[in-house]
């Protein structure tokens, strides 16, 4: 099929090209969803190298499985579910952890999450934080947030997937999704934002302080 | 008359304070929340920060991706379709 310079394929084109033999466009069918399905993969596995291996693993499945993608979900949607499940089995393969990030459905979610007073002034640092550091610290404590916890607030806060779309990826209620990102976003703002609960905003990345005096 | 707005504790709103951020609170329930909100700083603070949390994780791109993932990435997906092809 010849495309004039300049117009591009839509999705379902795109796919159903790929599907007719020109796989040599998958490619560009997924590079949009590149970033999002490393943050999943990232999200279970809390290893660079790992992540990347499966996300590679995670689009030659996906472009195995092509012809079978109906459209009953978005695409986005399919591809992240292989992703999880990809990711999944790695993590069965290493062996550890294992318990912990398959009990999705376990139903043994913690009593109610007490959120700190963090009206303390004297733990605010003297200077505010740079983004370098922010970046650090949201990594360190996604680390820290058990799995059911950090692939729910990966999902909807940084992939910006909405609660059905959630619900459908990892396979369980909308209520648990809802109930697991409350929990991991309390413990989030706990790490960030000694101090500063009224005072955060995205501007504070400028270096900008914000003092409430 | 004038509706009466049932007052609940500062457990149930932290309960709720997730799905209050996303608009996702049934009216009776928001008003509840409001009405405890507007007395109770603490609540207030946790809803400051969790709201700014929220914010911050989704205007970010906090991963970034390996250098060379992309590169990588195209060549492992070209060379498995030269592999089919053959």
Redesign the interface.
């Known amino acids: 099929m010849t495309r004039n310079a300049g117009e591009s394929l839509t999705q379902d084109e795109l796919i159903r090209e790929i599907c007719q033999g020109q796989?040599?466009l998958?490619?560009e069918l997924i590079?949009p969803f590149?970033?999002t399905v490393?943050?999943v993969a990232?999200s279970v596995l809390n290893d660079?190298?790992e992540a990347?291996d499966v996300?590679?693993e995670a689009?030659?499945k996906a472009?195995k499985g092509l012809p079978s993608f109906r459209g009953e979900s978005k695409f986005r949607t399919w591809l992240i579910q292989i992703t999880l499940n990809e990711a999944r089995l790695r993590l069965r393969r290493r062996g550890a952890h294992a318990h912990e990030s398959l009990d999705e459905s376990s139903g043994t979610e913690e009593g109610?999450?007490?959120?700190r007073?963090?009206?303390d002034w004297r733990e605010i640092p003297s200077e505010a934080l740079a983004r370098k550091e922010?970046?650090e610290r949201?990594?360190q404590t996604l680390l820290s947030l058990k799995p059911i916890h950090r692939e729910v607030?990966i999902l909807r806060?940084?992939e910006?997937f909405n609660?059905e779309e959630t619900s459908q990826i990892l396979g369980i209620s909308k209520d648990l999704v809802?109930t697991r990102?409350?929990r991991a976003?309390?413990q989030?703002?706990e790490a960030?934002?000694p101090g500063?609960?009224?005072n955060?905003?995205?501007e504070m990345?400028g270096n900008r302080r914000v003092r409430p005096w | 008359m004038e509706p009466v707005i049932v007052e609940i504790s500062c457990?149930e709103v932290?309960?709720e304070?997730?799905?209050y951020?996303?608009d996702?609170v049934e009216r009776d329930l928001r008003a509840r929340i409001e009405l405890h909100l507007r007395n109770c700083?603490?609540c207030?603070?946790?809803l400051?920060?969790?709201r700014?949390?929220?914010?911050?994780?989704?205007?970010?791109?906090?991963?970034p991706?390996?250098s060379g993932?992309?590169e990588?990435?195209?060549l492992?997906?070209?060379s498995?379709?030269r592999k089919?092809?053959s």
């Open positions: 796989t040599e998958f490619y590079r590149e970033r490393f943050s990232y660079v190298a990347e996300t590679q689009f030659l472009l109610d999450y007490i959120p007073d963090l009206a922010l970046q949201i990594e607030l806060d940084m910006r609660t809802k990102l409350l976003r309390l989030m703002r960030l934002a500063y609960d009224g955060w905003t995205a990345m | 457990v932290w309960r304070i997730s799905n951020v996303d996702d700083g603490h207030r603070a946790v400051d920060g969790t700014n949390t929220v914010r911050l994780l989704t205007d970010g791109e906090w991963y991706l390996p993932f992309s990588r990435l195209f492992r997906l070209s498995e379709c089919n092809e």
